[in-house]
């Protein structure tokens, strides 16, 4: 044990900076929720992506701290992110969905429990934000349909933020009226 003494005490110093960090992190993460009024599940997500970054880094810098080799690492670590990056360019919208998430947390006015308008030339979806996961946005319109479609094209699409008692009237409705 007296050998591992200096590899004990920076390993016991970098997991007490690490939850350090995580509680920091945490906070300013319950807080820009609070202040944005962003929903609990929505935050699940920002946290445990949160997490698994800080616990990447801290494993990392463990084997670093236990005596890995340099060489070994950066080697060990490449190999790794090559193979992550053909995973995640055969299957490029698991990477493009989790960012759009991150991006909707932080930065989009969209809430859950707003009333929107989908602007695309191909569908006219009308209806209020149901929940807003890692992966998809749900909504249902307000003839009753459920959408479901991924956090990236939240991204890509025009959204228009509705009044709750807005009536939008649709081509679709306008012919109906006229008949």
Known sequence: MLIYKQE???????????????????????????????????????????????YIITGSILALIWGVDLKQFTVFISSILAVLGVGF???????????????LFFSHPIRIG????????????????????????????????KIYFPTSMVIQKGIQILDKDEIIITKDDSAK???
């Open 114 to 145: 707003d009333r929107i308008k989908i602007i695309d030339k191909d569908y006219n979806w009308i209806g209020e934000v149901r929940d807003i996961t890692g992966f998809y946005f749900f909504m249902i319109t307000d003839s009753g349909e």
């Open 8 to 54: 004990v005490f920076f390993s016991i110093i970098l997991i007490a900076i690490m939850f350090f960090i995580t509680l920091i992190i945490k906070r300013a993460i319950k807080k820009f929720s609070f202040v944005k009024s962003i929903e609990i599940n929505r935050r699940k997500v920002i946290f445990n992506t949160s997490y698994l970054v800080i």
């Open 89 to 103: 360019f055969a299957n490029w919208s698991i990477l493009s969905n989790i960012t759009a998430s991150v991006i």
């Open 177 to 179: 009226i006229s008949d």
